[in-house]
Antibody, heavy 118, light 107 residues
Framework: EVELVQSGAELKKPGESLRISCQVSGYRFTTYWIGWVRQMPGRGLEWVGIIYPGDSDVRYSPSFQGQVTISVDKSIGTAYLRWSSLRASDTAIYYC???????????WGQGTLVTVSS | EVVLTQSPATLSLSPGERATLSCRAS??????LAWYQQKPGQAPRLLIYDASKRATGIPARFSGSGSGTDFTLTISSLEPEDFAVYYC??????????FGGGAKVEI
C-alpha cells in the first residue's frame, strides 16, 4: 500500500529555519517525482516545487524559487521542504504528493501545518 | 502561465441531483487536465486525470470531459460524501501546472 506520512505541525517565529518531511512507503521511492503543495488558510492549492528522487532533479515554481529548498534522502525514502528564514506569510498547510507520469498527484500526505507567528 | 478558471465558485444542490463543474484554461492544455476533491481537514484526492480517465477506486458517478480549453466534471447523482471543494489542475511540459481556484459543492 502506497503511503506518504508527513511530519507534525510546527509553530515557529519569523526568521527561524524549518525543515518538514514526507516519508514514503509501498513503492520504489526513486522512480516517481514528489511534489510539494501549499494551501494557505482558506485558500486554494499551489505547487511549491517537485523533485525526482532518482537523481535529485528539482524544479521550483517561480513564486517559490529562492524561498525554499527541496531535497531527498534516498536511504530512508524521505523528501524534505526547508526554509532558512520563515515569514508570517509562510503560514499554511503543506502537502507532499507522489506524481504520476502525467504529473498529477495520485497519493498525498496528510499535510503539515506550519504556523509562523511572533 | 496557463490560468485555470473554475465556475461556478459555489454550487448548491441536494443529494441525488446532478452536479456540473466547469474549468476553463487561458490557452490549450490538450487533454492534460485533472480533477481533485478536497474535504475539510483532508488532503486532495485525485478523481480524474487526462480529462476523462477515472483514478483508481473512484466511483463511476464521477466523469470528466473536454479538451483544449474547456473541461467539465460531472457527478451524476450526488451522494452525501460528495459535498466538498473540487479543483482542476493542468500539466505543462510534462510538469505539474497550475490549479484552478476551486469550486465548492454544498448542500
Amino acid at each position: 500500500e502506497v503511503e506518504l506520512v508527513q511530519s507534525g505541525a510546527e509553530l515557529k517565529k519569523p526568521g527561524e529555519s524549518l525543515r518538514i518531511s514526507c516519508q514514503v512507503s509501498g513503492y520504489r521511492f526513486t522512480t516517481y517525482w514528489i511534489g510539494w503543495v501549499r494551501q494557505m488558510p482558506g485558500r486554494g492549492l499551489e505547487w511549491v516545487g517537485i523533485i525526482y528522487p532518482g537523481d535529485s532533479d528539482v524544479r521550483y515554481s517561480p513564486s517559490f524559487q529562492g524561498q525554499v529548498t527541496i531535497s531527498v534522502d534516498k536511504s530512508i525514502g524521505t523528501a524534505y521542504l526547508r526554509w532558512s528564514s520563515l515569514r508570517a506569510s509562510d503560514t499554511a498547510i503543506y502537502y507532499c504528493a507522489r506524481l504520476t507520469s502525467g504529473a498529477y498527484g495520485d497519493y498525498w500526505g496528510q499535510g503539515t501545518l506550519v504556523t509562523v507567528s511572533s | 502561465e496557463v490560468v485555470l478558471t473554475q465556475s461556478p465558485a459555489t454550487l448548491s444542490l441536494s443529494p441525488g441531483e446532478r452536479a456540473t463543474l466547469s474549468c476553463r484554461a487561458s490557452q490549450s492544455v490538450n487533454y492534460y487536465l485533472a480533477w481533485y476533491q478536497q474535504k475539510p481537514g483532508q488532503a486532495p484526492r485525485l478523481l480524474i486525470y487526462d480529462a476523462s480517465k477515472r483514478a483508481t477506486g473512484i466511483p463511476a458517478r464521477f466523469s470528466g470531459s473536454g479538451s483544449g480549453t474547456d473541461f467539465t466534471l460531472t457527478i451524476s447523482s450526488l451522494e452525501p460524501e460528495d459535498f466538498a471543494v473540487y479543483y482542476c489542475q493542468q500539466r505543462s511540459s510534462g510538469l505539474p501546472g497550475s490549479f484552478g481556484g476551486g469550486a465548492k459543492v454544498e448542500i
